[in-house]
């Protein structure tokens, strides 16, 4: 805090406010400014590109200053919100010219990144959800609400994990916590960017208590309070709009971690962060902003009861059957707005004349709605039709009261129809009238005096006068005129016809402004009163916005209606990945079958890089998912188990704020499947161990892949370049190989992206280099060195397997293979079966040669993710120099 100098009664009263908020920007109102001081100013004029300038300039210690105009306040608020910043808005209370002595000024909202209501039209279709936290007895009470729609929703959550997922599934950028919550979580949420705010608890507000009588477990309860008592002392406004809090339990939904929502881009791309290229762009045919929010929902929480899935299937195949009828309803969901930020903005009182006839246009909109779902199938769609309610009584009154082209400003008049009031029609027409008499008063006098360029003019200091030059007063009368100012060149005067009728025309001009105010006021208030059903009618419009975008996609895309099974049997005909699909155009596109029956658990992915192995694993994935949130998928045929939970490990990214390796993330987030995964999972394993030295990657890969099959059960697609992985069908018979094919033409690689039966015969790893360009001497290298070491490989295993039928191997550096399904799981590997079935896929060759057993040693340190291609090639050739050619 700067040091309080200048000490005047309005310093004074400045510090006095922003004692109060000291982690906030504190925009402090003078006449047309909000104006920031000290720190607040040296900051905000950096953040804003504004003009630093200085109070008192002649002080010994000038205030650092800077403003913005008053009327143009809400672009720089939301610039410092959406940095994260917190702005308390500082009003004057009263007229400064009324005012004794110093202006009441008090602080009106404070505008935090979780609860700024202002939302451009690109974020529409997004919920900006304030969250709050406390802990009590090793459990969290999770709350977050959306100002803007009123949606208010509890929880209690049991694992850090947990909670993470929750907070960046939300997207939240706030959080509001109290003294329960450690330091070291506070941390962890700071290091994903969310702003944390210190509230601590107290007794609930009476009037909201209400919010809260549905939920039956105290921790969710002292939450929410917790949310509400801090939106409350933020916002100083009503929070009539906030709906009665709903308890939710995250298991029942398909669960996805943040990091499986990343990689599979469902809502945001990983290269421009966008919602271009993602699953929510393709599947958002939404014609509402309620609809836009919703699909993000339900792609953020798909269903796993089979009823509820079926329930919205119907609805989309009932929508598909019914083109015309599905177009007229796109017609008509055009024509509405977003009901429930209306609702939100007339309960927060900040709805103007424009807002409410939007109101009245989607009301309308409503009876044609209802009518032509009745006509599409009436039973289907009940529950929608139910909640269709087009509140009449609302529309009608908007109608009655506020003019269509109504101001933006409702304190400016000009917002209430004629003929709705008696007596503001009294007020307009004594205006109007007396603006008429003014004119022919004006030109009577004229004609009287003979002064052709007398006027009436007015102001607001001397009021309604006659202006008449100087040169002409001589043909004034003297008895009418009574002198009212002079000018350098002019005289105004006034009269006594002209001091009634000015008397008449202000003070109808005066009082139409109020009463039109007041009037106004009503009306809100009346629709106020309508905002529950407004919400629920909300809801149902949003949902049928939704299902009719899923009824449009899968039409334009050919997507098919999945049969959900109770057991294990997957089955994909022709499936394909729906974003790239869109990119690409379906002509381009090579579909693929995905099949695995009840009893097979794995299914072992090689191929060359680039050749579609990660694609066709997210497919899978996003088949699921479209298929749980109740749309068609993309495929000939689907047959799908409902799944619990997905899991994905694919890519390879540091984890930079924990200072996390590659190869570090990879093993968290495979020992997060590994722990949490149930039978009924679905697996995305993509080249997991490559982030460190092969033997010890291809020993983790296959001690990953056998305690899936052996323990877990998960349905798991699992793609490598171990090649020596694949001979693990031989011993698991949950796992099966299948390969995405690629040929040599004229040398050339020719990927054909088709998956088929087996496993792969090579990698083609020089061809991909090849593909990237690089210089041709460095391939035909790579390929003499390929072929020396194929060569090498093959007198090992000869080697080997010689060595094999004499005695048991040495140390090998992959695990032992885990007990087969026919041996219990701690029976010694030495009994379960005889030595030489034993043997593991890698097991070292017996090495004799001095020189070799040295290279050997080498290779086995030698880290891989560290080195260019350049250097590894560099190495492999001091090395065969080394050994002799």
Known sequence: MPQKTNDTPMMRQYFAVKDQYPDAFLF????DFYEM??????????????????????????????????????????????????????EQMEDPKLAKGMVKREVIQLVTPGTTLERGAE?????????????????????????????????????????????????????????SVPQALRDQLKALGILISEQNRVDSQAELSYLTQDLTVELEKQVVEHLLMYINVTQKRSLAHLQKAVAYEPSYFLKLDHNSKYNLELTRSIRTGKKQGTLLWLLDETKTAMGGRLLKQWLDRPLIVKADIETRQNKVAALLDHYFERSNLQEELVKVYDLERLAGRVAFGSVNGRDLIQLKTSLRQIPKLRYILSELDATVFSDEVSHLDPVEDVADLIDQAIVDEAPLSVTDGGVIKDGYDAQL???????????????ALEAQEREITGIKNLKIGFNRVFGYYIEVTKANLAQLPADRYERKQTLTNAERFSTPELKEHESLILEAESHSTQLEYTLFTKVRETVKGAIKRLQTLAKAVAAID???????????????????????????????????????????????????????????????????????????ALTVIMAQIGCFVPAKE???????????????????????????????????????????????????????????????????????????????????????????DQELKGLHNVHVGATEQNGDLVFLHKVEAGAADKSYGVHVAKLAGMPTPLLERANHILADLEQQGSNVTTTTMQAAEVSQPQATVAAAPAPTSEAPDDTPVSEAAPAEEQLSLFAEPTVTDPKGEKVLQQMKTLNLMAMTPMDVMNQLYKWQQKLGK
């Open 37 to 90: 001081f000290f720190d607040d100013a040296i900051k905000g004029a950096q953040l804003l590109e504004l003009t630093l300038t200085t109070r008192n300039h002649s002080a010994t210690n000038p205030i650092p200053m800077c403003g913005v105009p008053h009327r143009a306040v809400q672009n720089y608020i939301d610039i410092l919100v959406d940095k994260g910043y917190k702005v308390a808005i500082c």
């Open 425 to 439: 029609d009294k007020y307009r027409d004594a205006m109007n009238n007396g603006k008429k008499w003014i004119a």
């Open 28 to 31: 402090y109102r003078l006449g």
């Open 638 to 728: 689907a047959q799908l188990p409902i799944f619990d939970q997905i899991f994905t490990r694919i890519g390879a990214t540091d984890d930079l704020i924990s200072g996390q390796s590659t190869f570090m993330v990879e093993m968290q987030e495979a020992n997060n499947a590994i722990k949490h995964a149930t039978a009924n999972s679905l697996i995305l394993f993509d080249e997991i161990g490559r982030g460190t030295a092969t033997y010890d990657g291809m020993a983790l890969a296959q001690a990953i892949i056998e305690f899936v099959h052996n323990h877990i059960h998960a349905k798991t697609l699992f793609s490598t370049h171990y090649h020596e992985l694949t001979a693990l």
């Open 123 to 179: 974020q529409a279709k997004s919920n900006n959800y304030l969250t709050a936290l406390v802990q009590a007895d090793g459990q969290y009470g999770f709350a977050y609400a959306d100002l803007s729609t009123g949606e208010l929703k509890t929880s209690l959550l049991t694992t850090n994990d947990t909670l993470i997922n929750e907070v960046t599934s939300l997207q939240t950028k706030e959080i509001v916590v109290d003294e």
């Open 546 to 620: 939704v299902l009719q975008s899923f009824a449009v996609v899968s039409e334009d895309y050919h997507f098919v209606r999945p049969t959900l099974t109770k057991s294990h049997d997957l089955k994909l005909i022709d499936g394909r990945h729906p974003v790239v699909e869109k990119v690409m155009g379906n002509q381009s596109y090579v579909p693929n079958d995905v099949t695995m029956g009840p009893d097979e658990t794995i299914m072992l992915i090689t191929g060359p890089n680039m050749s579609g192995k990660s694609t066709y694993m997210r497919q899978l």
